[in-house]
């Protein structure tokens, strides 16, 4: 009789053992595709194609926009900003060292977080003189920052202009420090993100500072007006 | 499985043999269902080119104050066959571009009757006002053909490829597609490795196999079916936000028709790992009844000596 | 959820100060004016900064009717920030930095002095460690501790070092403070207080049709949001710190994933032992 019980104990308990293995397998290895897919949703509908639902509990609205990439026109180092509203997308990032483009959103919010980078609105607008300071997730986003290198260049496309920034200094920083965030005088673009830990947010930060070594402000628009 | 060295063996080599059935599954529906035929087959059975039309429509009626252009100059030159045309032309350069890593590169096909509408137009038009046919009206016609394409291509490239190019997206998607074969061919030939070694293990009786591949196929099924199934019933694609309705319906389609192919297939899975477990159940029962008609025979003998 | 409390906060003047930009009377002063004046007060330059931008949003929207209450209201509340009260000689205030207590007038010129009365501009910068000399109407002086001293003292210990002096040897330690020893008061403040601060503030951001709501508070940090009339989400400004949460809490699943593991490898230990042993035994039986 115990041979029995123990042959059916058996039979019947190992698909369970094996279930209970493959679940928790399938979960960790199903986090960093789901990021990725994630991310690669957010880009492909990125151009003005998404309809976002708006939060309506915190009374954000999202806006995407369709940002200039390919402008042909005339351009300057002087012009206008475009002052972008909170929750709207308002420029894109490309990296010598990135592979993807990054969609940058006014202001830092859950949300927001979710579908791009987002700069916080204590900071200076790209290209502007002071401290442009955008952050996103390690996970998504920002994923490939810890690949830039000092003399890397990293280009973002708005609606007014297009401004490339050169890496000058990879910073790294625990939470609680302002200091790389906070307004400067001098003119650059600090990225941030946390630092890769496997349990997801870390305290610490990693990061570079970029000085502004191009403005291309558009200035084709306006001649047209002007006609 | 009657001793630990054959049992704790298939244990740990059934655990990989599941993910990789879910590999082997998941490579084998991408190999099948992600093919420029198939999408193309999926556009027309959408009507995916009526969606388009109808865009077309709306933005040219809206475009007309602006340019002055009437829609039906364009738009009663474009007919479902020719969006069709552009529809299979961008499937076309998307694949391309997949297959040989290379930049998009898609020539919308020409629309000589839309062309010819347009210069008609044109023509008349300068004539009408006693506008000079010089360099700058032909300079004017050109744009307008270019835009018109343009607006025809973006309004046909419904799997957004362009989008997906400028961003980065389908250099990484061109990765995977190219090792696409060898993904397959590898988690396919480690599920059938994978079983040779509890073949192996389980080389003196080699009936507790049939339970281990039964069991790793049972449950490499539920994984497939199980979320496939709260996919497709709860219409999860549906949610996704985009604009543009044939955009929708191609991206939309496409989830719910690979979705559906794999649950089909992990239900099969399923099914023959049911199949296996009740063979070894019968085999292993019947082996059970001779052994104890075996044991029995020798009491029997004793019993009809005394 | 949200607390939907109208209220008046210190740090929530980012967005309180760009809305009390609209719709005040003008004396030709300008933005410039105004920022300068929320520096004087301490606040963080990251606020300032953010309704800045606000402001650039429509700059044509504001005149320099609307900059004097701004600078009129940021003046009224930091007045509220610290007050003149009864000297109470008995207070000792004790820190491990510095000892010290209200200091008699003194006529040394030989001290680093700043040398101010009441209501005019402070004196330039000294040595952060020098004990600071002050100037009352009458021309006596008399000496405060250091600006540095003064911002490693904790919020209660401010109070009660301010409190040594006279009342009118405090209007005038008030009136000389630095923007660095406001921006410590303001850090330093208690959560309740920083709620009764703003109450100038909260009025004229009402008058402009939008709402502030505070998104967190405690006596570290404070986090504001301001909405139009609509309930459209306009700003948000943190005070406390600037540096975003931008990684994924993954420990419930590595967690969920650990107890599958332990459940799973348990079971098949029990399983082996159970069955294996009786296996075992029913062989030897035979």
């Known amino acids: ?227 | 499985m009657k001793k630990v060295s054959t049992y704790l063996p298939s244990l740990i080599l059934s655990i990989f043999l599941v993910l990789a059935l879910c590999g082997s599954l998941a490579m084998t529906i991408f190999d099948i269902n992600v093919t420029a035929k198939k999408a193309k087959a999926l556009s027309e059975k959408k009507e995916l080119s009526s969606k388009v039309i109808t865009q077309l429509n709306k933005h040219y009626r809206e475009q007309a104050a602006a340019t002055g252009i009437p829609a039906n100059v364009f738009m009663d030159n474009i007919s479902e066959e020719y969006i069709d045309s552009v529809i299979d032309a961008y499937i076309d350069g998307t694949f391309t571009s997949m297959k040989k890593d290379r930049s998009l590169n898609v020539q919308v096909p020409k629309n000589p009757a839309m062309e010819e509408a347009l210069e008609t137009f044109f023509s008349d038009y300068a004539d009408s006002i006693g506008y000079e046919k010089n360099e700058a009206f032909y300079k004017k016609l050109d744009n307008t053909k270019i835009n018109a394409y343009k607006n025809i291509g973006n309004s046909c490239d419904v799997f957004k490829a362009s989008s997906l190019g400028k961003h980065g997206v389908l250099s990484k998607a061109s990765k995977l597609y190219r090792l696409r074969p060898l993904l397959t061919f590898a988690s396919v030939g480690g599920a059938v490795l994978l079983m040779l070694f509890i073949l192996a293990v389980n080389w003196k009786d080699k009936r507790p196999f049939l339970y281990w591949t039964g069991i790793a196929s049972v449950i490499a099924g539920i994984f497939g079916t199980v979320p496939s199934i709260y996919l497709v019933s709860t219409k999860y694609f549906d949610s996704f936000s985009i604009k543009q309705p044939q955009v929708f319906t191609a991206y939309t389609s496409s989830m719910y028709r690979l979705t559906e192919a794999f649950m089909a297939a992990s239900i099969s899975l399923f099914v023959i790992g049911i199949a296996l477990i009740v063979i070894y159940g019968v085999s292993y029962g019947k082996n059970k009844r001779l052994a104890d008609s075996s044991h029995t025979t020798p009491e029997k003998s004793e019993a009809s000596a005394n | 959820m949200l607390k939907k409390i109208i209220i008046n906060t210190f740090f929530g003047a980012a967005a309180a100060i760009t809305a009390v930009i609209g719709g005040l009377t003008a004396n030709a002063t300008t933005v410039d004016d105004v920022m300068a004046e929320a520096r004087k007060w301490g606040y963080p330059e990251s606020t300032i900064q953010d309704a800045y931008n606000y402001y650039l949003q429509d700059p044509d929207s504001y005149d320099s009717d609307d900059f004097d209450l701004a600078i009129e209201k940021l003046r009224s509340a930091g007045g509220n920030l610290i007050t003149t009260g009864p000297q109470k000689t008995n207070n000792t205030t004790t820190t491990t930095a510095v000892q010290t207590t209200a200091a008699a007038p003194s006529t040394d010129k030989n001290d680093s002095t700043v040398t101010t009365t009441a209501g005019s501009e402070p004196a330039p910068e000294q040595q952060e460690t020098d004990i600071i000399t002050l100037t009352m109407p009458d021309g006596s002086t008399f000496t405060r501790i250091s600006k540095k001293d003064f911002i490693k003292l904790s919020y209660k210990e401010k109070m009660d070092y301010i409190s040594t002096f006279t009342p009118q040897q405090q209007q005038i330690i008030i009136d000389n403070l630095s923007p660095e020893e406001y921006r410590s008061l303001l850090k330093q403040l208690p959560s309740d207080q920083k709620m009764e601060v703003i109450e100038d503030l909260s009025g004229a951001v009402e008058a402009m049709g939008m709402n502030l709501t505070v998104e967190e508070l405690t006596d570290d940090s404070l986090s504001v949001a301001m909405r139009d009339d609509d309930g459209v989400l306009i700003g948000v400004s943190n005070a406390g710190s600037l540096v975003e949460d931008t990684g994924y809490d993954r420990r419930s699943i590595f967690a969920a994933a650990g107890v599958l593991f332990f459940i799973a490898a348990a079971a098949a230990l029990i399983v082996i032992r159970r069955s294996f042993r009786n296996n075992q035994t029913g062989d030897n039986n035979e």
């Not at chain 1, 639902?53 to 180092?77: A, F, H, R, V, W």
């Not at chain 1, 010598?96 to 987002?118: K, Q, T």
């Not at chain 1, 607008?125 to 955008?134: D, F, K, L, P, S």
């Not at chain 1, 297009?162 to 600090?190: A, G, Q």
Request: glycine share 8%; charged share 30%; proline share 3%.
């Open chain 1, 1 to 227: 009789m115990n041979k029995k019980n123990s042959y059916v104990l058996i039979h019947v308990a190992t698909p369970f053992i094996v279930l209970a293995m493959c679940i928790g397998i399938l979960l960790i290895i199903s986090i960093k595709p789901s990021d990725k897919l994630k991310v690669y949703k957010n880009l492909i509908f990125m151009d003005e194609l998404k309809l976002n639902p708006d939060d309506e509990s915190i009374g954000l609205k999202i806006k995407d926009n369709k940002i200039i990439e390919d402008y042909k026109g005339t351009t300057s180092e002087d012009g206008e900003f475009i002052r972008p509203a909170y929750g709207e997308m308002y420029a894109v990032m490309k990296s010598s060292g990135f592979d993807l483009s990054v969609p940058v959103y006014w202001g830092s919010n859950i949300d927001l977080f979710e579908r791009g980078a987002c700069q916080g609105s204590g900071s200076v607008i790209i290209g502007a003189e002071g401290n442009t300071v955008i952050s996103a997730h390690e996970d998504t986003f920002f994923s490939e920052l810890s690949k830039l290198r000092k003399g890397d260049t990293v280009t973002l496309s708005t609606n007014y202009g297009e401004f490339t920034y050169t890496v000058r200094e990879l910073i790294s920083f625990k939470k609680d420090n302002n200091k790389y965030v906070s307004p400067s005088k001098d003119t650059r673009l600090t990225l941030y993100t946390c630092k890769k830990d496997i349990l997801g947010s870390a305290d610490e930060r990693i990061g570079v500072i970029c000085d502004l070594t191009e403005k291309k402000f558009y200035t084709a628009f306006k001649e047209d007006e002007e006609q």
